[in-house]
């Protein structure tokens, strides 16, 4: 009988450390209402932080982007829409990352667009730095 829960127990373990790497999409949108760009500069921090993260940007259209992460076998896409007052980052799609319908997703992912949020947020800074020179 040990020899049928010996799996079954393995299982389940293996089974529940999968799930636990799961969490919510993170989702940007940061509103800069007592700070003072132009949409130009907004969109060159997210292009200099995206370069030094790693991703690759297209833009879709003005005010748009599409930007791609791609680490070992893992790919995601997220949608970057920015104006001289915000900037929004949406999860669009992604490869093994075991996104899910009900809107979880590897937290890798959400580590990730953290740390290009954060770095949009040095870039911002920087820029508005040299303004005030």
């Not at 999968?18 to 969490?23: D, G, K, P, T």
């Not at 833009?59 to 997220?78: I, N």
């Not at 007052?85 to 890798?108: C, F, M």
Request: with cysteine.
């Amino acid at each position: 009988m040990k020899h049928v829960f010996l799996p079954l127990f393995c299982f389940l373990a293996l089974f529940l450390g999968a799930c636990s790497r799961l969490a919510p999409v993170y989702e940007v949108q940061h509103t800069m209402s007592d700070i003072h760009l132009e949409a130009s500069d907004v969109r060159n921090a997210i292009l200099l932080a995206a370069a030094d993260m790693g991703w690759k940007i297209n833009e879709v259209y003005k005010g748009d982007f599409e930007a791609v992460l791609r680490v070992r076998s893992h790919k995601a896409v997220a949608r970057i829409h920015y104006t001289d007052l915000t900037y929004v980052i949406w999860y669009k799609d992604s490869e093994n990352l075991r996104a899910t319908p009900d809107g979880q997703i590897h937290r890798n992912y959400n580590v990730w667009v953290q740390r290009l949020d954060q770095r949009i947020q040095y870039h911002l800074t920087m820029i508005l730095t040299e303004k005030a020179k």
